[in-house]
């Protein structure tokens, strides 16, 4: 069983679903670094705020002893969008990672052969054999 296991945990295609993830998850910090750092900022001079920080408030707050407002109901639009933002940026990425690799597998893919057969030349000794006999 312990082999059988080190044979599946060794096959091509897990190692590579395992690096992937990893690349997948790292090349998300970058894109949510990217909107956090630089799409957020441009997004939030349009509304004069962070737009993380935007959100609907459906029932106002109090602010406590400590100036922290607590029990404030809202919606948070902003972070919503933000997480659409990098959704769609690493949705994009992998389709143009998924399309090269579908690409690349298509010019490595050898041409089908053509049909066997017999040869021309069998076919004039096959004539040739048959004309013979007449």
């Known amino acids: 069983m312990l082999k059988e296991f ?13 690096v992937g993830f ?9 894109v ?22 935007l959100k609907y408030i459906v029932k106002d707050g109090v602010a406590d002893e400590a100036g922290k407002v607590v029990g404030e109901v809202a919606v948070l639009y902003g ?9 769609i940026i690493v949705a994009f990425v992998m389709f143009l990672v998924v399309k090269g690799v579908n690409k690349m597998k298509k010019v490595e893919e ?10 021309q030349e069998d076919l004039l000794a096959e004539i040739r054999d048959l004309l013979s006999k007449k």
């Open 79 to 87: 972070d919503f969008i933000t997480n659409v933002i990098d959704f």
């Open 22 to 30: 990893v690349m997948g998850a790292a090349f998300k910090a970058v």
């Open 110 to 119: 050898p041409a089908p052969e053509a049909p066997k057969g017999p040869s």
């Open 32 to 53: 949510t670094s990217f909107t956090g750092g630089i799409v957020s900022p441009l997004i939030g001079l349009i509304f004069n705020s962070d737009l993380k920080d």
């Open 6 to 18: 080190k044979d599946f945990a060794m096959k091509g295609n897990l190692i590579d679903i395992a």
